[in-house]
């Protein structure tokens, strides 16, 4: 992901592990390495070694420092959560101390405890890494300095890594779990497991259900009482969580530099892991990235040179903004575009780096929200269709992009002019302003209009993850920061309405009003609707007095962790994170 047009890592800092995982690693795996960055690495098999920790849209790995071996640290198909910890690690002094950054990734396994031998420990005559824990951050002294590289590994060292990377392989992956000098094949056909495979291409999708499956499908359409569902989504719930003995482990990330992105990162990947595994659930987003593809999800289709996806975008974009154009060359034009950045991230990566296509889209989308002249005779309708379709596209083109410097670059440039604008037309008054002419007429543009806002939200949310990024490695006052988007946003004439609108939706979506449980897209916007609002409680004091004063009853006997729990299907990947927003932001507006 993190490729410029020579196809080498963007912020490359390390040219002897960059060309290592070149070699290596197989063209797929390489072109979806987001970046890398020395850690300290703690976990039940590594105790304090200095290593890169290298990031990838689904996994971490980890590498020796030197590299010799890549090794999958964890996948976030596992991940549970992503946090920073507060506190200064005793095992680092001075400066270090101060300025380190630490993750500690929570996930479940189903591997063994590790029995005291560590796969990375050069001295056999070391105590056995304690595991880590929650609540004491004091762990033993460290085993590797900082400045100190491993040194070369002796046969018996070796031995126990190859046993190590063939004992790690998950059965429900069809990945290797290591890549680098040792090459795994594929393994065969998975064996059954007690929970359906969700995130392998390899499952089949007509194969027959097992009786879990079909419980959870009888459970998913609503076909049986609301109290014997709840009964079955927690007996599912504990299923998952018993089945293969899964149990919670730790791995700790110790960033030692204050300009570290790496939490930032891997909260990104993983957010993008969990919204397109989601969505994958769906059938038609499934058909559709079958189609779009050519393979089946998850899996790559036949990779276009950097130079042929040049040319191709070139046209388009000169096509696009052609003098004349009508609004339905315009409409197919962007259908076009948009399909193409869904499955091609060089793509998107060239929409940012030439700016004429993002402003262009920027200006059309204000010109549709005002009813400016050149948009001049097309319906109401026609204009909602528009303006869904670019902002769709617009969300689309933020997604694994995080670490291009050129989007930065691009929004940022100007005091954030361009950002501001498309800000500012993005939000529009949720009240249909229609004319008496039918109510057949009036519940067609109702319907594009909850479209609109559905994918206003979307983007929003993809703007809000840039301003973290942005709030975590710079002022939080700074331009492009959360806070910053809300002061932007906070003048708009229908921006209480159109926050107003999202937060009913969430109390909607968890309500007893819709009696079944909700569709993996309907789960993927109330996740990125909590995390607006969550944004407006913690960076905003007006919005989140307004919040708490209008919808403040509503939160309270409305939306119950409890009701939430029982319309999120536990085998969503979203699921888990959602129901910690809802809980968030329950105590934020409650309890203030």
């Known amino acids: 992901m993190a490729r410029t047009g020579s196809g080498t890592l963007l912020n490359r800092r390390n040219v002897k592990l960059d060309s290592f995982l070149k070699r290596n690693t197989e063209r797929a795996v390489y072109e979806r390495i987001r970046t890398y960055e020395p850690c300290v690495v703690m976990s039940e098999t590594v105790n304090k070694v200095y290593m890169h920790v290298v990031l990838s849209d689904e996994r971490v790995y980890l590498t020796e420092y030197p590299p010799r071996t890549l ?68 762990y033993p002294s460290i085993t590797h300095t900082l400045e100190g590289y491993p040194a070369e590994r002796d046969s018996e060292w070796m031995k126990e890594e190859v046993h190590m990377i063939k004992s790690t392989r998950s059965a429900s992956c069809p990945n290797p779990e290591t890549l ?30 097992s009786p879990t499956e079909q419980s959870l499908k009888t459970l998913e359409s609503g076909q049986v009482p609301r109290r014997i569902r709840s009964v079955l989504s927690r007996l599912w719930r504990r299923d998952c969580e018993n089945s293969g003995e899964e149990r919670e482990a730790e791995l700790h990330l110790y960033a030692v530099s204050q300009t570290s992105r790496l939490y930032l990162y891997l909260q990104s990947s993983w957010n993008s892991f969990i919204i397109r595994s989601t969505l994958l659930l769906d059938p038609l987003y499934r058909r559709k990235c079958i189609t779009s593809s050519g393979s089946s999800p998850g899996k790559r289709g036949p990779s276009v040179s950097w130079e042929r996806t040049t040319h191709l975008f070139g046209q388009l974009s000169s096509e696009l903004m052609q003098d004349g154009i009508t609004v339905e060359s315009l409409y197919l034009l962007l259908q076009e575009l948009k399909t193409a950045a869904h499955r091609d991230v060089t793509l998107r990566q060239l929409f940012w ?32 269709l528009l303006r869904t379709l670019i902002v769709q596209t617009l969300a689309i083109m933020f997604r694994e992009t995080e670490v291009d410097a050129a989007r930065f670059n691009l929004l940022s440039a100007k005091k954030c002019a361009l950002a501001s604008r498309m800000l500012l037309a993005l939000i529009c008054d949720p009240r249909p302003q229609t004319q008496t002419r039918g109510s057949q007429a009036d519940s067609e543009i109702q319907a594009l209009l909850s479209e609109y806002l559905d994918a206003a939200c979307s983007l929003l949310f993809e703007l809000l993850l840039l301003g973290h990024e942005t709030s975590r490695c710079f002022s939080p006052d700074n331009l492009l920061s959360v806070g910053w988007i809300l002061r932007v946003l906070q003048p708009h004439p229908h921006l209480l309405p159109f926050i107003t609108y999202q937060a009913q939706q969430v109390v909607l979506a968890l309500s007893d009003l819709q009696d079944s449980v909700l569709s993996p897209v309907q789960c993927v916007l109330l996740f990125q609707r909590c995390r607006l609002l969550l944004a407006c409680l913690q960076y905003n004091s007006w919005l989140a007095q307004h919040l708490r004063s209008h919808l403040g009853e509503e939160f309270r006997y409305v939306v119950k962790p409890s009701c939430a729990e029982e319309k999120l299907p536990p085998h969503y990947p979203i699921s888990s994170p959602t129901l910690r927003l809802v809980e968030h932001i329950l105590t934020l507006i409650l309890h203030r």
């Open 71 to 138: 090794t999958t640290a964890v996948s976030f198909r596992r991940v549970r959560d992503i946090e920073l910890v507060n506190d200064l690690p005793e095992f680092l002094s001075g400066k270090d101390r101060e300025r380190c950054q630490h993750i500690r990734i929570t996930y479940v396994t189903d591997k063994p405890a590790a029995k005291g031998r560590d796969w990375l420990r050069r001295d056999k005559r070391l105590p056995p890494a304690a595991p880590p824990s929650r609540r004491n951050s004091q």
């Open 353 to 384: 780096r030439s700016s004429e296509v993002c402003v262009f889209l920027v200006q059309t989308l204000e010109e549709s929200l005002h009813g400016c002249q050149s948009l001049s005779g097309v319906s109401t309708a026609d204009q909602l």
């Open 180 to 209: 680098g000098l040792l090459k795994v094949p594929h393994p065969p056909t998975q064996p059954p497991s007690t929970a359906p495979s969700l995130y392998s291409p390899t499952s089949s999708p007509i194969s027959s259900p």
